[in-house]
């Protein structure tokens, strides 16, 4: 809520100086802030979803399939998960080591502190993959999806 709130105050900003303001203000901060609220959110909010297990996901495949082979999906999944985001997670923060040394026009912040947010946001999202996966392999089989009332039939 906090990025949202940043990136919300500074496109407000933004747009009131640009066509309220310009002549007498300049506010190029506004946008990188924005910007830099946006990236981490994106893979803040990627994290929070695996945490629940909410990623989008083929329910009408899924909810045909014997409890066992549900179950087999899940692990594969779970696996599939980490083995492809813990080596980007790695190059994510190796690359987001080497932008130490540029920094932003406006607010002056590394350009890392913007790359960062990919190796620390896989890295929960890579936890959250972990826990899943114990959850998984410990259950006997996964109980039978059944929407609760926020959820909605398309």
Do not use: K
Not at 10 to 24: C, E, G, K
Not at 35 to 46: Q, R, V
Not at 48 to 76: K, N, T, W
Not at 107 to 122: D, E, H, I, K, T
């Amino acid at each position: 809520m906090v990025l949202v709130l940043i990136m919300t105050i500074a496109a407000i900003i933004q747009v009131t100086v640009r066509y309220l303001l310009s002549d007498f203000i300049v506010v190029g901060w506004t946008e990188e802030l924005a910007l830099m609220a946006l990236i981490w959110l994106a893979f803040w909010a990627g994290a929070a979803v695996s945490r629940h297990q909410d990623h989008i996901c083929l329910e009408l495949f899924y909810d045909f399939m014997p409890r066992g082979v549900q179950r087999a999906f899940l692990i594969i999944g779970d696996l599939v998960l980490i083995g492809i985001l813990a080596p980007i997670a790695w190059f994510g923060f190796r690359d987001a080591q080497w932008l130490d040394i540029v920094f932003t026009v406006s607010l002056g912040l590394p350009v890392s502190f913007f790359a960062y947010a990919v190796p620390v946001g896989l890295s929960v999202f890579i936890l959250h993959g972990i826990v899943n996966l114990i959850e998984h392999i410990r259950s006997p089989l996964p109980a039978p999806h059944h929407p609760n009332e926020t959820e909605t039939a398309i």
